[in-house]
């Protein structure tokens, strides 16, 4: 059997003793670590090395972790993201998952939930999809493109952006059950605790109207019940 390659996190922290402690722990449970000590060498580092993770303090000197994050999102749509905020900082927390972080871990942490946050973060990873342009339908197709469904008979509807979002989401995993949960960390970029669940039902609604997606049985976007939403794609 081929040797699996170590995982590359970066570690981009300021303070010296936390940067060295949880690169320590890191290395103790078999990744290799790449460190920076600022904003601009982190930034530097997070563009430009091979890495699989990256580790991100948010308050750096230099450019912030959130200029980081967002230039590092836009580089880099699919590396897997940690954010490191203080306790209480829940301002900066909300901003790093709505710019794109997988996670955060608040300080001060246990390497035992570092570890396993970023074991977590690292498995789902692989699993990021190819963004989807457009999704056959039934009747039609939606051009995510143009924010519109097309339909064969020759109407069409318009997409909201959060309707393109949420259903480019479900269209780049096909076949799996998405919680609730699991959409609103990576449409909304929230977490389930900042806003009702019933916001993700409404929207499901209200897209399938506009997919001509039968509610009573749901061809497109199927409800598991207590568990979530599934994409069911259209057999060419």
Do not use: N
């Amino acid at each position: 059997m081929p040797v699996m390659e170590p995982k590359r996190v970066l570690v981009v922290e300021d303070d010296p003793a936390i940067r060295r402690g949880v690169a320590d722990a890191l290395q103790f449970a078999g990744y290799e670590v790449l460190q920076a000590a600022d904003g601009q060498a982190g930034l530097a580092q997070a563009l430009r090395a091979t890495i699989d993770l990256l580790l991100l303090d948010l308050i750096l000197p230099g450019p912030s972790g959130l200029e980081i994050l967002q230039a590092v999102r836009e580089a880099r749509p699919t590396l897997a993201i940690i954010v490191l905020t203080a306790r209480g900082d829940e301002t900066h927390r909300v901003q790093g998952l709505r710019l794109g972080a997988d996670d955060y871990v608040v300080k001060p942490f246990s390497v035992r939930e570092l570890l396993a946050r970023v074991a977590a973060v690292l498995r789902r990873s692989p699993e990021r999809p190819t963004p989807v342009d457009q999704v056959r339908l039934p009747e039609g197709v939606a051009d995510l493109a143009r924010c519109e469904v097309r339909f064969d008979d020759g109407a069409r509807r318009e997409l909201s952006q959060r309707e393109v979002e949420l259903l480019g989401y479900l269209a780049s995993h096909p076949g799996r059950v998405l919680s609730r949960d699991e959409i609103l960390r990576r449409v909304w970029r929230l977490e389930p605790r900042q806003v009702a669940t019933r916001t993700i039902d409404m929207h499901v609604a209200h897209l399938r109207v506009k997919l001509r997606d039968d509610p009573t049985e749901p061809q497109v976007v199927r409800t598991v019940r207590g568990k979530g939403y599934l994409f069911v794609p259209v057999r060419e």
